[in-house]
């Protein structure tokens, strides 16, 4: 099974409003993603954790806070966002290979996405 | 940093013939190549990938190549069906302990017509 769930599948919220986004994986893959995409457009990185530790955040603004709270479920909390920031956004997660000199990561899945409506 | 450029950006084909869509990269450290396929309204699917150590891969009506020396690879899928119509992203990444960074191309928007 390579199913990764996100919830909730649509959103609004308006430019005061506070919201979280979530994801879930029960695959035991312990890195995970968020990615932003905008229509018509590549899915663009936004963080990742490697192992509940944030390993890369792609000068995202602050109004994006993401949270991974176990190895299973991966937040993105959502503060005074601004209308350009409405767009689908995906969650993904990869499984560790632990190899003789180092970790790899595998293949990446993704899940269906929230939609987001910033008003 | 790595670049991924797509081609072509549209792509019309009739149902049964093959279909190619063609991906260069710039960063030669880069070793995996997967390829997504992406319906309106869901998520990008994983349906192939290749590692630098490998020149083709095929599973059932779809095959990727890889030309390292070039940076090229590519997504081949023969005798197309309607439900293959879909955006079809490349990417490139170089498997990193922290974590597996694509870099995506432009998209392709794959129509197979009746």
């Known amino acids: 099974d390579t199913e990764v769930t996100q919830t909730p599948k649509h959103l609004v919220m308006g430019m005061t409003n506070k919201k979280s986004l979530k994801c879930e994986q029960h695959m035991g893959h312990r890195a995970m993603y968020w990615y932003k995409q905008k229509a018509k457009k590549p899915p663009e990185l936004m963080f990742v954790y490697s192992y509940e530790k944030l390993s890369i955040n792609e000068s995202v603004p602050s109004r994006f806070s993401p949270e991974c709270p176990n190895s299973s479920l991966l937040n993105l909390h959502l503060h005074a966002l601004q209308p350009e920031d409405s767009a689908l956004y995906l969650c993904?997660?990869?499984?560790?290979?632990?190899?003789?000199?180092?970790?790899?990561?595998?293949?990446?899945?993704f899940g269906p996405g929230t939609r987001l409506t910033v008003t | 940093g790595e670049n991924v450029e797509q081609h072509p950006s549209t792509l019309s084909v009739q149902e049964g013939d093959s279909a190619v869509i063609k991906c260069t990269y710039s960063?030669?450290?880069?070793?995996?190549f997967p390829w997504y396929k992406q319906e309106l309204g869901k998520g990008p699917q994983l349906i192939i990938d290749i590692r630098s150590n490998v020149g083709e891969k095929k599973d059932q009506r779809i095959a990727v190549t890889l030309n390292k020396t070039a940076k090229h690879f590519s997504l081949h899928i023969t005798e197309t069906q309607p439900e293959d119509s879909a955006v079809y992203f490349c990417?490139?990444?170089?498997?990193?302990?922290?974590?597996?960074?694509?870099?995506f191309g432009t998209g392709t928007q794959l129509k197979v017509e009746l």
């Open positions: 990417a490139a990444s170089r498997l990193t302990g922290g974590g597996n960074k694509l870099t």
């Open positions: 993904a997660s990869s499984q560790a290979r632990e190899g003789l000199a180092a970790r790899r990561w595998d293949e990446q899945y």
């Open positions: 960063d030669s450290a880069s070793n995996y």
